[in-house]
């Protein structure tokens, strides 16, 4: 599990990319819906192999995700399974927790061989300044969440969830989870405008401490490319409505939306400002 630190470099080799996803929040609203959305996401990823140099997953990969020390959630086995095939390949996986699986251990990290984050951290790709984070939390609103979170992370409050029987527990979780839309975004729909999007005040605050190409984020469902300035606000989008996800190919990011024969009909709206 890594925290914050030093900027990490990376050099993509000629004619990879790296790929970046968030918000896909398997396991909502139900198993047997989510299992639609997982297979087209392993297609996706299935896809991309070839030509990814590095993966992010910029969180709530999982709609609901607590470890025990010998127990995880059951079910996903598609998704790990494609993203051990990728980490085999020697594809670097780096993974952001969101809000909803901000109880991620150490699993991912042993079994896909993952490099987790709990909070922002710098990249450089190819001489480009990223900066990266789930996004919940961040910004000057979102109080009700910023003091449910101050919960949830807290280590005795997670010991006495720890303390319950996995069933009941991971009933428990995923209930809430699903039903309680503050904390699944399901309302993030409707875009603010520049002035009142929280992710893009923050991202203002980050530029004034340092200069970036890109400000990377989940969290907000709403596929967005804010430019401020010469930097570019990315909010990634989901693969709940949007299916959407960003590339960037050593000189410029593009966010794009994954079209499939599987059914699915993503909402094409990905909003673009010049701020």
């Known amino acids: ?20 996803s968030s918000d896909h929040h398997f396991g909502a609203p139900n198993e047997k819906d989510s299992l639609v959305r997982e297979k087209l996401f392993v297609k996706w ?19 609901f995700w607590f470890e025990y020390k010998y127990v995880v959630p059951k079910g996903f086995v598609r998704v790990l399974g494609k993203l051990a095939e990728l980490s085999d390949k020697g594809i670097p996986i780096y993974f952001f ?7 991620m ?56 969830f720890y303390l319950l029987h996995p ?3 991971m009933w428990l979780g995923i209930t809430v989870s699903r039903k309680n839309k503050m904390i699944s975004g399901d309302e993030d729909v409707k875009f603010l405008g520049v002035e009142n999007e ?3 005040m923050y991202s203002r605050q980050q530029l004034k401490r340092k200069y970036y190409d ?27 409505d949007y299916f959407t996800y960003g590339t960037f190919d050593g000189n410029n990011f593009e966010l794009k939306t994954y079209f499939s024969d599987e059914g699915v009909e993503p909402r094409n709206s990905i909003i673009k400002i010049i701020d």
């Open 1 to 20: 599990m890594v925290s914050g630190g030093q900027p990490i470099t990376i050099n993509l080799e000629a004619n990879k990319k790296a790929y970046f």
């Open 45 to 63: 990823l299935d896809e991309i192999k070839d030509d990814c140099g590095v993966l992010f997953l910029i969180g709530d990969l999982f709609d």
């Open 97 to 103: 927790v969101g809000n909803h699986d901000l109880w």
């Open 105 to 160: 251990k150490d699993y991912l990290e042993e079994q896909i061989n993952a490099i987790v984050f709990r909070d922002k951290q710098d990249f450089i790709i190819n001489g480009k300044e990223f900066f990266i984070v789930h996004g919940d939390g961040k910004g000057p609103g979102d109080k009700g969440y910023k003091r449910m979170k101050k919960v949830f992370t807290n280590k005795v409050c997670q010991f006495l």
């Open 167 to 169: 069933d009941l527990a």
């Open 198 to 200: 929280w992710l893009v």
């Open 214 to 240: 890109y400000l990377i984020y989940g969290h907000r469902h709403l596929p967005m490319e804010i430019t401020i300035g010469n930097a570019k606000h990315i909010n990634l989008g989901d693969w709940i």
